[in-house]
């Protein structure tokens, strides 16, 4: 399988801005700039990107572990926070919000170490990746 994604950019990097187009049309000439990335302007940036992509990816690597370990999510919600520090992408933060019938805390949080480790955007990041995983 393969994925890909467009990106589009005019100008000089800060007065300049770009689009970005993904080929399923949920980003379609998605409007990125300097001030969406390092201030509060209107748009995405690659970070937020990476955020959405890990904390997609983390919650369906946990669903489908705790699914084969013989339990079923009522809900699995996770905000992730990727951090730009000096030019360096260096973290990301996953923050779990869980409601699992019949599962122990212990067991929960062995589950969601392991998916954390094993997620396919977890090993593709080469930076920090913490996890705070809380059992509702």
């Known amino acids: 399988m393969k994925r890909n994604a467009t ?6 990097i800060k007065e300049g801005s770009g689009h ?7 980003l379609e000439k998605t409007q990125y700039s300097f001030n969406s990335r390092f ?7 690659p970070e ?12 369906m690597k946990l669903s489908a572990d705790l699914t084969e370990a013989g339990f079923n999510p009522t809900s699995l919600e ?7 520090d000096n030019g360096v992408i260096t973290s990301s933060h996953l923050v779990l919000q869980a ?3 019949g599962i122990e805390d212990t067991q929960f949080q062995e589950i ?3 998916a954390k480790a094993n997620c396919p955007v977890s090993k593709a990041y ?4 913490q996890l705070e995983a809380t059992l509702l």
């Open 48 to 59: 937020e990107l990476m955020a959405a992509a890990h904390a997609g990816c983390f919650t």
């Open 20 to 26: 970005l187009t993904t080929d399923s049309k949920v």
């Open 7 to 12: 990106a589009v950019w005019n100008g000089t």
């Open 112 to 114: 969601a170490a392991g």
């Open 99 to 101: 409601s699992i019938p």
């Open 39 to 45: 201030a509060e302007g209107i748009g995405t940036n």
């Open 126 to 129: 080469n930076v920090d990746i």
């Open 78 to 84: 996770t905000k992730a926070t990727v951090s730009l």
